[in-house]
């Protein structure tokens, strides 16, 4: 393969989880189902990675958090007799990370403490170090009512609080998290009760935005960042043409996160593409979903941190920090550690100054500050500001104490609940000018990769043997995988350090610095050694739509997963939002494609790269499929030239092309009745109306004129039209050559062919070197609506099972004609996903995709409800586990419950104001209710449904009694032309 080829994102990404979704079981049957958790209204709600609000996740590395050894045993303070129980309450709001060192220092002094969660994470205990305290008053966790809006969902939270009769004082924000909340309940809270102190709402998006902050800043003529935000490649690169950075340094980061988390420095237009491709959809440290991305000018230079606290907008600096950021392992900005300066150093002055206006201009009056700044081409520029204390779990308060003599929490508490020490100059200046120490914090870089097994107790006992050494943070502990650190969340540890002198501190960091480069702190057994066993890794081309949850399921069966675009970002950007939430995912590797490759050489390009990937993680390829129905034709190529299991590349055109897959099956002579031709749809293909398919309808003459043109390559009933005259023909031809699809590919032509008249079922398989199983077959229920003349919109579907129903040897027909399809483009491994209508008492093929049922797999958990598996495990189980495959029934076996899928549809268009809150509730208590999603956005606009991208949303029955399924769908029905849309 051709060396110059580049690599394109590629590497591991052991930390990323989607979101998972939310479903319940509000009525308990008597049979087995899956585990369900609980479900609410806001995780049904925006399904769409880019449109949607992120629905916070756990972080997703969990730290084996000790407490700091050293200073006796504890780096916290005893306080324990030191103050008179108060009768003053504070709430912290996400009482994690330096919050929980808020909460513990407010509960040593006295106060009582309201802990409020800004929403349910079980993980954010490992944030907390062991021996805080956590004897808090009350603990409420703050969650959206599926019935109510935000707004009263606060006034809810707010009723809660005063029900405890606490005299509350402040609302702190603990943690990056909660900063809206603890915006909007001290606003509240403050109308009744002046005691206390609030930033107010208005601005709270640009205080957690890091767009909207710098664009805020910059509003107020104070010196920001150039940037620009974008959910698309298109907007990005239209930004870089007009930029034209030189020198091209250019970052690329999430629009919300924390630390490093993804944050890269791009040197060319494809690292910024490589960026974008990793950043988007995944759910960061803090565990949302990256819904855009940021692009920033590169601001080289020393950065520094400014520590605030603020009251009734006096500010005052409590610390001040330098960085010592490296390029480290790859990537461009990890922090090796931290040292406190004074105001009278080199740049302090004007640092101060600077971020002082930063605070007005985002209206941060009140509480701790955080922000980062750089000193670029002679002057401060903000990177970012939090509007809560430094974080890293506060570790650094030891460190502060010493050196200054106080702390920027000890300073929140005091600027909440006691103003005139605060305001104080004698014991907190309003910048740091003198100290009694020199300190800092000394990162534990890692530069090795394995099994940890221990911290070398040599290198230890003398890292806690010098003059500096105060405490001591451990991140690892034995049987955790050590990796090189490139970021907040792959340290291996922290050592504080503070010392008189500034020479015997230098020298002590800079030991520990030699001990981590050589990485004899660590005892570890390298990976991916001579003679290690391969992992086994399996290639999906575009895992979109259900694609993404085969990858997933393949993932959860111990493979790892090569992701691989089947083209550019820019021409995939309209699919890499069908994502579906709640995947338990990660891509160990990404492959992108090069602009300008032909199919053939794409598939050399990837076979080359995947091989490429597998040399250096020690992986053994086992198999390669398509995800989505775009990555069909370069799955089957890769496969070919890695001598995979495959359909080959001969005939994939075929399995794509809706045009010359009905030719080929008409061509194709079956073995098993070779005299009688092979059903297939009477059809033209053309890029134009004129001379060729209207010779064509002049030719064939339908009567009565019923004719069906759509695209030649989309999805679903994409601008599929059923016309009743040469001139609708003509006009919706002229509508379709040129548009872009559904798909995000511009049409070249147009499929016109015969109307199929008659019922439409979709039998759905999964074959093993011709082995060909069905493993399920429903019936779509379509109706002619909202301006079809066909019915061609979707309203449902059910699963059928021939021995159960009257016309069980119709039904066996279809199974038995789609095998022959099957065999006719010869697919002969892996999912097929059929529309077979049965005409004049003889199926005829619709189409069919080489990839699983789509609708982003929906069906699933109804259909293993009823069934004990489904297409996705069928698929995996063909490709890796044979035995499995072989048990598999070759036709569905009787129902254990009645699986329906209802897609909700619209019949009006106009701005929304709501989905009816009552019959959201009702659908949810519904007897055979599973699950649900909502695809519409309020304030946005809604149009009626003509296709499976105008949806309003999905339901999901299952009941062990149909005639309960069929009766609750046919009440969605009723709603849905009675106010289920609530419009402006």
């Not at 910059?218 to 298109?234: L, N, Y």
Request: glycine share 8%; hydrophobic share 40%.
């Amino acid at each position: 393969f051709d060396a110059s080829f580049e690599k394109m994102n590629v590497g591991e990404d052991p930390d990323f989880k989607p979101l998972k979704k939310a479903w319940t079981m509000l009525n308990t049957p008597t049979y087995e189902v899956p585990k369900r958790i609980e479900f609410h209204e806001k995780d049904i709600l925006y399904r769409r990675h880019f449109g949607g609000q992120a629905v916070p996740l756990g972080r997703m590395l969990k730290k084996g958090i000790m407490s700091l050894e050293g200073m006796e045993g504890s780096w916290l303070k005893d306080r324990s007799g030191s103050f008179s129980q108060k009768d003053q309450c504070i709430i912290v709001v996400d009482c994690f990370s330096t919050g929980a060192m808020v909460a513990h220092e407010a509960l040593e002094q006295g106060f009582k403490v309201i802990r409020i969660d800004s929403f349910d994470n079980p993980d954010l205990a490992a944030m907390v170090a062991s021996n805080c305290r956590s004897d808090y008053q009350h603990f409420f966790t703050f969650e959206a009512s599926p019935n109510l809006s935000y707004d009263s969902s606060l006034t809810l939270m707010q009723q809660k609080i005063e029900a405890t009769g606490l005299n509350v004082v402040s609302v702190i924000a603990g943690a990056e998290t909660g900063v809206e909340l603890a915006d909007r309940l001290s606003e509240r809270l403050s109308r009744t009760n002046n005691k206390v102190l609030t930033n107010g709402s208005s601005d709270t998006e640009n205080r957690r935005n890091k767009y909207l902050m710098g664009e805020k800043v910059r509003s107020a003529g104070i010196r920001a960042v150039m940037q620009k935000r974008a959910t698309t490649w298109g907007e990005i690169k239209n930004f870089l043409e007009t930029w034209k950075p030189s020198p091209y340094n250019v970052i690329v980061k999430p629009m919300e996160s924390a630390g490093s988390d993804d944050v890269t420095l791009c040197h060319s237009e494809d690292d910024v593409k490589a960026a974008f491709g990793n950043i988007m959809g995944k759910v960061n440290s803090l565990g949302c979903v990256n819904e855009g991305v940021l692009v920033q000018e590169y601001l080289q230079g020393v950065e520094y941190v400014v520590d605030t606290v603020s009251l009734n907008g006096v500010h005052k600096c409590v610390a001040l920090w330098e960085y010592d950021r490296r390029p480290t392992n790859g990537a461009g900005f990890v922090l090796h550690g931290q040292r406190l300066m004074t105001a009278t150093e080199e740049h302090a002055k004007e640092l101060v100054e600077y971020q002082f206006k930063v605070l007005d201009a985002l209206n941060i009056k009140n509480g701790p500050g955080h922000g980062e700044v750089k000193w670029f081409n002679g002057e401060p520029c903000l990177v970012e500001v939090g509007s809560r204390c430094h974080g890293a779990e506060g570790m650094w308060i030891p460190v502060a104490d010493e050196v200054y003599g106080y702390d920027q929490v000890g300073a929140t508490l005091d600027c909440y609940c006691n103003s005139q020490r605060f305001l104080d100059n004698k014991v907190y200046p309003v910048s740091p000018l003198e100290r009694k120490s020199h300190g800092c914090a000394k990162m534990l870089i890692s530069h090795v990769r394995g099994d940890f097994l221990n911290f070398n107790e040599d290198k230890m006992a003398e890292v806690k043997a010098m003059s500096s050494f105060r405490a001591i943070e451990l991140f690892l502990k034995p049987g955790d995988k050590i990796k090189p650190t490139i970021d907040c969340f792959t340290w291996a540890g922290c050592v504080l350090m503070a010392n008189p002198s500034k020479a015997a501190l230098e020298k002590d960091y800079a030991r520990i610095e030699e001990m981590c480069l050589n990485g004899e702190l660590y005892n570890y057994e390298k990976i991916g050694g001579e003679g290690e066993e391969k992992k086994k890794a399996v290639c999906v081309v575009d895992p979109f739509t259900t694609g993404a949850v085969l990858a997933a399921e393949i993932s959860n069966r111990g493979y790892k997963i090569i992701c691989v675009y089947s083209a550019s970002l820019k021409e995939l950007e309209n699919l890499v939002s069908l994502v579906p939430k709640g995947l338990e995912l990660h891509f160990d590797a990404i492959i992108g494609q090069k602009d300008g490759f032909s199919e053939e050489m794409a598939a050399v390009y990837t076979a080359g790269e995947v091989l490429k990937v597998a040399q250096e993680s020690n992986f053994d390829v086992v198999a390669c499929l398509a995800g989505a129905e775009t990555g069909v034709q370069l799955a089957d190529r890769v496969a070919e030239k890695l001598s995979l299991r495959g359909n080959g590349s001969e005939g994939t055109e075929a399995r794509r092309n809706k045009y010359l897959m009905c030719e080929k099956l008409r061509a194709f002579v079956n073995p098993a009745a070779p005299d009688v031709p092979t059903r297939a749809v009477m059809q033209c293909k053309a890029d134009k109306y004129e001379g060729v398919v209207s010779d064509w309808l002049k030719e064939w003459n339908p009567d009565p004129f019923k004719v069906i043109v759509k695209p030649v390559e989309s999805a679903g009933s994409d601008d599929v039209k059923l016309c009743q005259s040469a001139a609708e023909v003509k006009e919706h031809c002229e509508h379709i050559v040129g548009k872009m699809n559904g798909l995000g590919f511009q049409n070249d032509g147009v499929l016109v062919q015969e109307f199929l008249e008659g019922k439409e079922y979709v039998c759905d398989s999964v074959s093993r070197d011709g082995v060909h199983k069905c493993v399920g077959l429903w019936e779509y229920h379509k109706e002619a609506v909202n301006g079809h003349s066909a019915p061609l919109v979707y309203f449902g579907q059910k699963t059928l099972v021939p021995e159960e129903e009257e016309n069980e040897e119709e039904l066996k027909a279809v199974i038995t004609y789609q095998r022959v399809v099957l065999e006719a483009l010869g697919i002969m491994n892996g999912p097929a996903h059929a529309e077979i209508k049965m005409v004049k008492g003889e199926p005829c093929l619709v189409e069919v995709g080489a990839r699983c049922h789509g609708a982003e797999g929906c069906w699933r958990a109804v259909t293993i409800e009823s069934h004990g598996f489904d297409q996705v495990t069928s698929t995996a189980d063909a490709y890796l586990d044979e035995a499995a495959f072989e048990k598999l029934p070759s036709v569905p076996q009787p129902h254990k419950a009645y699986p329906r899928v209802i897609f909700i549809v619209s019949f009006e268009s106009g701005i929304l104001k709501e989905c009816n809150k009552a019959m959201v509730e009702e659908i949810m208590n519904f007897k055979s209710f599973r699950d649900m999603e909502l695809f519409v956005e309020e304030g946005k606009q809604v149009e009626p449904t003509t296709d499976c991208f105008t949806f309003v949303g999905n339901v999901r029955l299952c009941h062990e009694k149909e005639a309960v399924v069929q009766a609750e769908y046919d009440r969605i029905r009723e709603m849905e032309k009675t106010g289920f849309l609530v419009f402006e």
